[in-house]
């Protein structure tokens, strides 16, 4: 069995290398139009080119799985504000979808927990439409369209579960299909546990994101890891990449929800030896707060383990 790894955005062992500088609203007001378009020019770009220094570390350290930063563009989606953020940046688009092809590594977005499909209000809806068309709109321009994926929650519960699912299939329906295709969805803390996410996942034909963690804290009497975890591999069928699961750990257990900083391989022992009985090849992308420094300790703590092989920076086989 084989586990590839990968961290989300950041990679903290860089200098100054944050691919999510932002503006706000406010300040984006008290400028003038050009002192606008200027500022969200060179955000947009400063993003990128350090998405592209991060590539780069990536492929050195070979680590093969790396989660965007949905914050690449400042504003992206705000209604006030009307920003070209696809032509000026094309050579930086053309470089990471360069260094992503060439070197075979799975990428991925990861909307904020506002973008859901769940609500009873339109205007929700067609926001969450909107910002999935901006991720799709970056995969696009970087060429990898149609192997990145997008992952969401599948939303609130609004006080009836039953209600909020039959909205969900509903108002998914406007997503349209080509960015329907590039999408997974994830079990959550609090609210839509792994069995209900499945559920819709096999409905609706989508892969499943599964996340241990959020299994750990937000599971339903009777749920077991050797159950599930073959319905969650079924939905990756017919895609060109194994299951892929995020792994954290608790900050503590008062916070039980929190990621910590590192991961505890004590704690993800019990899917580690249900993975190796299923013997499934998986990619697991680390939530933890250290980012890089995470996987890479990680990756050194498991490689020490009995018959364990580390094959690369970021792979092991177990």
């Not at 590839?4 to 903290?12: D, E, I, S």
């Not at 590539?55 to 799985?65: D, G, Q, S």
């Not at 909205?167 to 349209?176: A, G, I, S, V």
């Amino acid at each position: 069995m084989r586990i590839r790894f990968g961290y989300v955005a950041h990679a903290l062992n860089l200098y100054d290398a944050t691919p999510s500088k932002t503006m706000t609203y406010t300040r984006y007001q008290k400028l003038s139009k050009d002192e606008r378009k200027d500022q969200l020019e060179r955000i947009t770009r400063t993003n990128l080119e350090h998405t592209i220094r991060i590539l780069h570390y990536n492929i050195a350290h070979e680590i093969p799985l790396y989660r965007f930063s949905s914050s690449l563009v400042p504003l992206a989606t705000h209604d006030e504000v009307d920003f070209d953020y696809i032509t000026p940046f094309k050579k930086e688009y053309d470089m990471i979808g360069q260094l992503v092809k060439e070197h075979q590594l799975r990428t991925s977005f990861h909307p904020n927990q506002f973008t859901l499909f769940t609500s009873d209000k339109p205007h929700v809806t067609e926001n969450a439409v909107k910002d999935m068309e901006y991720h799709f709109a970056l995969l696009k321009a970087m060429g990898i369209e149609q192997s990145a994926y997008i992952n969401l929650h599948i939303g609130g519960a609004y006080g009836n579960k039953e209600k909020a699912l039959e909205r969900f299939h509903e108002n998914l329906k406007q997503l349209p299909n080509p960015i329907k295709r590039q999408m997974t969805l994830e079990n959550d803390d609090k609210t839509y546990t792994t069995t209900e996410t499945l559920n819709v996942c096999e409905k609706e034909n989508i892969p499943m994101m599964f996340d241990y963690h959020h299994f750990m804290a937000n599971h339903e009497t009777g749920e077991r890891l050797s159950e599930l975890l073959p319905r969650f591999f079924k939905t990756w069928d017919g895609t060109k990449f194994p299951p892929k699961i995020h792994i954290s750990s608790p900050k503590s257990e008062k916070s039980f929800r929190s990621h910590a900083d590192f991961v505890d391989l004590d704690f993800i022992q019990p899917l580690l030896k249900e993975l190796k009985v299923q013997d499934q090849d998986v990619d697991f992308m680390i939530e933890a707060k250290e980012k890089d420094r995470t996987l890479l300790k990680l990756l050194d703590e498991m490689a020490s383990l009995r018959k364990v092989k580390r094959i690369g920076g970021g792979s092991l086989d177990m």
